[in-house]
């Protein structure tokens, strides 16, 4: 059974830094991709693209528009687990932050996973 496993969350003040963790628990063949999207207060949607804040795959990283140049994706392949590093904090990147991951296995395939969500609070 797979589990994405978020942490890393608070309250910061604006100009402020958080690095956020999601390490992916379970067995696969194989990772695709590894990524954060974000949704605001309020908003009670399905996330899509233009949620998404920042990504990374075999061939690439993405980020957002609005997130470009002030946040930081890696990734530890050994650990399976992807990092946010979130710098000079916004008051508008407050949201909650959820972890999605695409992964392959023999039995279910392609799937993407979700983490929890964990929430980032930026007071001005």
């Known amino acids: 059974q797979v589990q994405l496993v978020e942490s890393g969350g608070g309250l910061v003040q604006a100009g402020g830094s958080l690095t956020l963790s999601c390490s992916f628990l379970?067995?696969?063949?194989?990772?695709?991709?590894m990524g954060w999207y974000r949704q605001a207060p309020g908003e009670d949607r399905i996330m899509g693209y233009h949620d998404m804040v920042a990504k990374i795959t075999d061939i690439g990283i993405r980020y957002g528009d609005s997130v470009r140049g002030r946040f930081t994706i890696s990734r530890d392949i050994a650990k399976n687990t992807v990092y946010l590093q979130i710098n000079s904090l916004k008051p508008e990147d407050t949201a909650t932050y959820y972890c999605q991951v695409n992964a392959y296995d023999y039995s279910t395939g392609s799937q993407y996973y979700w983490g929890q969500g964990t929430q980032v609070t930026v007071s001005s």
């Open positions: 379970g067995l696969c063949v194989k990772i695709y991709t």
